[in-house]
């Protein structure tokens, strides 16, 4: 290969790396804004890494890491960085293959979760006092005036103590409040259902970029290897 494709192939790897860096820490900043902007992630607490701001930010941070090295490695024309670039992305491109097969298979079992997490928030709202658990109160309280939902599974969940986050009317002032019949736990799946479907497409998204990067890597540290070029 002439020196002149080892330079193209060269700018086009740093090219991609770059791009690979710059997507995923946008991906870390969007796990962060849903992180702050979310108030719900208090009621779900058994299984908590299926959380998609939570992967979003974990992944999202190890993948910018991982390409920053490969932007230096390709610049530097640094042979090191390069096959440890290829390495470490070959090992994490299994990792999110791995998750995906994980969340795959308890996919089923996650709505068992949001019920049992949610029935357990519910009890503790109703035995706290003025003050307590304010974080949980207020998350809940959240969830059902923004779904417009009621309890976990009905209104009768609140056994006649149903909070004014419950009522139909905005504002709520009177006595006899009418409340949301429909309980919580469907509505707050469907919700989580379609974050996660935009969390998937975007790692789908981030797995082709990856794969790219990773493919086009060794062709390029083999070119340095070959001309003796690099370090």
Known sequence: ?????????????????????LSNAFVVAFGEFMMIHSRFASLVTTFWPIYPANTLVVTGTIATCVCYLGVVGGMRESRCMLISFYVLLSFLISVELAMACVFFVYNREIGTYFEKDLMYSLEIYK??????????????????????????????DWG??????????????IADQPNWQEGCVGKLQDWFARNYLSTAAGVVSMFILQFLCMSITLPLFCCFAVHGQGY
């Not at 003025?130 to 009621?150: H, M, S």
């Open 127 to 156: 035995l706290s006092g003025p003050g307590e658990n304010q974080t949980l109160k207020d998350d809940f309280d959240a969830v059902q005036y923004l779904f417009k939902c009621c309890g976990v599974h009905g209104v009768a």
């Open 160 to 173: 006649g103590h149903v909070p004014i986050s419950c009522c139909t009317l905005d504002p709520c002032n």
């Open 1 to 21: 290969m002439t020196s002149a494709c080892v330079n193209c192939l060269k700018s086009l790897v740093t090219a991609l790396h770059f791009l690979c860096w």
